[in-house]
């Protein structure tokens, strides 16, 4: 069974770092690219980029590019998204997705990671 | 890249059809075949309903069913039932070898 399990909620203050965490589980992880995600509170899906854990290649949405680090550790199977000054902005529900290449669609998702930043 | 541009709202009665719009460019839903639809239930992660324009996944209704005409493509729920209740997103692959997400439908069954 393929499942992608994402770390646990997170609380932060304005301009502090956060990395959240991403493992799937159920198939070769280097076959897949890992792609995340944004959903702010009542609002749409938002791409943040996309990542291939064979090479690292990654591919940011323009809104994203340099606002956030995608990467991935193969030696433990984790695909990670970082922030090194967060801004209240930034609270929102984070998806990590695995994409099917060969279909060009989202097959499965993670659980999400709701990320609160507050002062 | 600007999000597709879906209807906010759309619905209908059990047992009706509804049908969603996703309006994009050249460089994402008109020049591919690989459009897909999410569905996402409030406070649920989304769900794939359909990939590459028409394909169902296993598991999924035939009551839902996707087509496109030039940048626009279509998600059609037949046969409405209680449980579509939810929202809708479209996806497209893009020319700059990314993707990107409509702006989301709200599917209520009156």
């Known amino acids: 069974e393929v499942r992608l399990v994402q770390s646990g909620a997170e609380v932060r203050k304005p301009g502090e770092s956060l990395k959240i965490s991403c493992k799937p589980s159920?198939?070769?992880?280097?076959?897949?690219?890992i792609g995340w995600v944004r959903q702010m509170p009542g609002k749409g899906l938002e791409w943040m980029g996309i990542?291939?854990?064979?090479?690292?290649?990654?591919r940011y949405s323009p809104s994203f590019q340099g606002q956030v680090t995608i990467s991935v550790d193969k030696s433990i199977r984790t695909a990670f998204l970082q922030w090194s000054s967060l801004k209240a902005s930034d609270t929102a529900i984070y998806y990590c997705?695995?994409?099917?290449?060969?279909?060009?669609?989202?097959?499965?998702w993670g659980q999400g990671t709701l990320v609160t930043v507050s002062s | 890249q600007s999000a597709l541009t879906q209807p906010p709202s759309v619905s209908g009665s059990p047992g009706q059809s509804v049908t969603i719009s996703c309006t994009g460019t050249?460089?994402?839903?008109?020049?591919?075949?690989?459009v897909s639809w999410y569905q996402q239930p409030p406070g649920t992660a989304p769900k794939l309903m359909i990939y590459e324009v028409s394909n169902r996944p296993s598991g999924v209704p035939d009551r839902f069913s996707g087509s496109k005409s030039g940048n626009t493509a279509s998600l059609t729920i037949s046969g409405l039932q209680a449980e579509d209740e939810a929202d809708y997103y479209c996806n497209s692959y893009t020319s700059s070898s990314t993707y990107v997400f409509g702006t989301g439908t709200k599917v209520t069954v009156l």
């Open positions: 997705a695995r994409v099917d290449h060969w279909n060009y669609c989202v097959d499965h």
């Open positions: 990542i291939s854990p064979s090479d690292s290649d990654t």
């Open positions: 159920g198939y070769s992880f280097t076959s897949y690219w």
């Open positions: 050249s460089s994402d839903v008109g020049g591919y075949n690989r």
